[in-house]
């Protein structure tokens, strides 16, 4: 049992560039979200969905996309990187539903530096 | 969309002391409540959550309080440890929809 799984752990992108951050999970939840954290700003929420084929924007949605084609998988795509993206990403899922809702599984952070 | 806010940013108490860190949420509908640890360089990780219906609850030297009145939550933790150091986040959120943090508390504990 991995958990939350993120690959890749550290990037350097150029501006203008686009890549995907990858997530999966193998604990069959629902719910998986992306964050950004940056220093002194906490955690905050980019994208998130309640299972295949939903997906909703959070606080900080713009510059980024993102689907879920499968419960598994919940990749984050930046269209053209910027430095104000530079940051570290988390992915993280839960149960969506029900009394056992609750805790939130983070993945390791894929750190990323927008030249 | 859910506001929270959290303080102190930082807290230095001595080894053995008290420390408690206190957050705000702006969203009635809000009925959960966790806090993680996440020290350098890894992943948070949740130490104690509450919900809604309860007032109080408490693990061993952490306890968290909740008054859904006030809309605010606190984090307690007793007779702190160096390896108490970290950097405390709260949070709050539906139980079906999504989580939002606070903006950190670093917590430093001198021996």
């Known amino acids: 049992n991995a958990g939350v799984t993120q690959t890749p752990k550290f990037q350097v992108l150029k501006t203008g560039q686009s890549m995907t951050l990858q997530c999966a999970q193998d604990?069959?939840?629902?719910?998986m979200s992306w964050y950004r954290q940056d220093p002194g700003m906490g955690l905050r929420l980019i994208h998130y969905?309640?299972?295949?084929?939903?997906?909703d924007q959070g606080e900080v949605p713009n510059g980024y996309n993102v689907s879920r084609s499968t419960t598994e998988d919940f990749p984050l795509r930046l269209l053209s990187a910027a430095p104000s993206q530079t940051s570290v990403y988390f992915c993280?899922?839960?149960?969506?539903?029900?009394?056992?809702?609750?805790?939130?599984?983070f993945g390791e952070g894929s750190r990323l530096t927008v030249l | 969309g859910e506001n929270v806010e959290q303080h102190p940013s930082t807290l230095s108490v001595q080894e053995g002391d008290s420390a408690v860190i206190k957050c705000t949420y702006s969203?009635?509908?809000?009925?959960?409540f966790p806090w993680y640890k996440q020290e350098l360089g890894k992943r948070p990780q949740l130490i104690i959550d509450?919900?809604?219906?309860?007032g109080e609850k408490k693990d061993q030297r952490i306890a968290v309080t909740l008054n859904k009145t006030a809309k605010h939550f606190s984090l307690h933790i007793t007779e702190t440890q160096p390896e108490d150091s970290a950097v405390y986040f709260c949070?709050?959120?539906?139980?079906?929809?999504?989580?939002?943090f606070g903006a950190g508390t670093r917590l430093t504990v001198k021996p």
């Open positions: 969203d009635s509908a809000s009925n959960y």
């Open positions: 993280a899922s839960r149960i969506a539903g029900g009394a056992n809702t609750g805790e939130l599984f």
């Open positions: 509450i919900r809604s219906n309860v």
């Open positions: 604990m069959n939840h629902e719910y």
């Open positions: 949070a709050a959120s539906p139980l079906n929809n999504d989580m939002r």
């Open positions: 969905s309640v299972g295949a084929g939903i997906t």
